[in-house]
């Protein structure tokens, strides 16, 4: 039996009061997400359970229960205080996923600072710019990504402090501290941070068509919808091993790779390695793994190895899919029902919603392409881009639209209040994407309204990119845009103006590529540079990457009367 039972009455009797029921919410009067996520467990009984199965690259494997996880993350949050610094304060995290990455986050949130997880992946400059909109305190980080760190540093005036967490006695510079999670002393209980439901926890940055990235805010109560939406869409249920394999620098990370499972109080399995069909089932194998929720990408990647590595695998544990973070094709749905016995069932969310609002349940018809139905307690309608008003014949594409009020929902952008106010219309908050809802009620996504590329399920800003790439000393202008691509649903391709006296070679282009790569992140790296005399503006000249967009996508190109140079 499912958690959710019936989706239908489920969605008819539900209550944000309920779901805070399901957490015991205020009942401890400790409101502290930090606190759900271990000591909590504890109390119920569950203390000895294992909370984290980490896996390495090497293949080592460490196990962490719950009564750990409580100590090592008090032992940050003592940490963090002795070094001065005070609840509120931006605190980064930037490592890879290694089990400091996951404890610290619950150590920050203990004493009261604000969890800011950044991509290890990220080159200094995409590090810097986030740091410096935050103004961030501190940086967690390991040896590996300190590099990165003290280049930034001297830019930053607001980050004093930097803990490296595997130093051991290796040599720091100035304003480095050592810190060792197995070797500090082992504290049972500490003052938790006292939190009110509002006062914020985590900061998540996310790109947008203009300016720099974003940082979407949110609150400890966001534990009430990360932890319900955990139960019923993930289905996670006691003994599950549950493995998210999204990395923490970005939402589903945090939102259901550290929060909704630690408040479940289930065992959730960590691999720390890059990607192969081979080690992906053999960590399924070798684990156990019961639920896993994964994302289009790593899903097509898997078609692509066929049903033969599957065979060679017991994969009998997993018993329910669950993806995210991109369109996923029918095709993906199927061939998982035919190589696992099960389909994936998508859901629908974003950085800014901060917890699942439009899924697939357990139970529930899936529609293979569809997104699926609204969450329980969750309004979300399609609305029409020039009014606002809810679209209700099925099947007209408009913009995904939600009412707000769900716990989860980001509370501001850092330092950005006036374009947070623009994200609500007409008493909508407006996802920025476009669907159509059939007359079922089942959401089908269509794609986004603005210019942001949808890279593996990441989200990289075009400005971002086109920023970045004027500091290189050959281009005088550039437009990033998506180009469809048969795994990563699309990747970076630049078009670049070369400044006078600039030749275009294949060296010059893979000395550009890199140049980003390094700056920013594989992520952003473009995989294609086209040359061109002059790029596409608008009469206010502004680039039009809606039409060069459309080129790389076959489709029609539209409204080209305010072309300058057309
Ligand atoms: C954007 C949000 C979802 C949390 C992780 C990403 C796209 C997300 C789906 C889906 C089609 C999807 C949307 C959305 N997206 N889920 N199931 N089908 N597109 O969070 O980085 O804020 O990205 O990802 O465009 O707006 P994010």
């Not at 979300?380 to 009020?405: C, D, R």
């Not at 374009?419 to 009620?441: C, L």
Request: hydrophobic share 35%; glycine share 10%.
């Amino acid at each position: 039996m499912s958690n959710i039972g019936s989706y239908e009455t489920r969605h008819r009797t539900f209550s944000w009061k309920l779901a805070e029921g399901e957490l015991e919410y205020g009942k401890s009067g400790n409101y502290n997400i930090g606190y759900f996520c271990t000591d909590r467990i504890g109390e119920l009984g569950n203390g000895t359970r294992v909370g984290l199965i980490w896996e390495g690259f090497t293949g080592e494997v460490r196990r962490y229960t719950y009564d750990d996880l409580r100590i090592h993350s008090n032992a940050f949050a003592i940490m963090l205080r002795q070094l001065g610094l005070q609840p509120g304060d931006r605190i980064c995290i930037f490592m890879d996923r290694i089990p400091e990455l996951y404890i610290s986050f619950i150590g920050i949130l203990k004493m009261g600072g604000i969890a800011q997880p950044l991509f290890s992946a990220f080159g200094e400059e995409a590090l810097a710019m986030r740091l410096e909109d935050a103004e961030t305190k501190a940086i967690l980080t390991t040896r590996k990504h300190l590099g990165k760190v003290r280049r930034t540093r001297p830019s930053l005036p607001h980050l004093t402090r930097t803990i490296v967490v595997d130093a051991g006695d290796r040599p720091l510079e100035r304003g480095e501290i050592a810190f060792s999670m197995e070797k500090a002393q082992r504290v049972e209980n500490i003052e938790i941070a006292k939190v009110t439901p509002e006062t914020p926890s985590v900061l998540h940055y996310t790109s947008g068509t203009t300016g720099k990235p974003k940082g979407a805010l949110h609150v400890h109560s966001s534990i009430i919808a990360q932890h319900i939406t955990t139960k019923w869409v993930l289905d996670l249920q006691d003994d599950e091993i549950y493995w998210c394999t999204a990395d923490p620098g970005w939402v589903t990370g945090t939102s259901y790779g550290i929060i909704g499972p630690w408040a479940c109080g289930v065992t959730q399995a960590v691999l720390d390695a890059g990607f192969s069909a081979h080690k992906w089932y053999a960590f399924i194998e070798k684990h156990n793994v019961t639920v896993w929720y994964s994302a289009p990408t790593a899903i097509r990647l898997l078609m692509k190895e066929g049903l033969e590595p599957v065979g060679k695998h017991n994969l009998s544990s997993l018993r329910h899919l669950v993806s995210v973070g991109e369109p996923l094709n029918a095709e993906a749905v199927i061939w998982s029902e035919k190589a696992f016995g099960r389909p994936f069932h998508d859901s629908y969310w974003q950085t800014e919603t901060g917890s699942i609002m439009i899924s697939n349940y357990p139970g529930m018809k899936i529609k293979p392409g569809s997104m699926g139905k609204p969450f329980p307690g969750i309004t979300a309608a399609v609305v029409n881009p020039k009014t606002f008003e809810p679209i209700t014949t099925a099947g007209t594409v408009g913009l995904i639209a939600i009412k707000p009020g769900w716990p989860s929902m980001f509370r501001t952008y850092w330092n950005n209040q006036e374009t947070y106010e623009k994200k609500f219309k007409n008493g909508w908050y407006i996802s920025g994407d476009r669907s159509s809802v059939d007359a079922d009620g089942y959401f089908w996504f269509v794609g986004r309204d603005d210019d942001v590329i949808n890279t593996a399920g990441h989200l990289v800003g075009p400005f971002e990119i086109e920023s970045a790439l004027l500091e290189h000393p050959a281009v005088a202008e550039s437009a990033a845009v998506g180009k469809p691509d048969p795994i990563n649903m699309e990747v970076v391709k630049a078009f670049i103006a070369l400044k006078p006296g600039n030749q275009k070679s294949d060296d010059l282009t893979i000395d550009i590529m890199n140049f980003i790569r390094k700056k920013l992140s594989p992520l952003a790296m473009p995989q294609e540079v086209e040359y061109v005399d002059s790029l596409p503006k608008t009469r206010s000249g502004k680039i039009m990457r809606r039409l060069l967009r459309a080129k790389e996508w076959g489709e029609e190109i539209g409204d080209v009367s305010t072309l300058e140079n057309d």
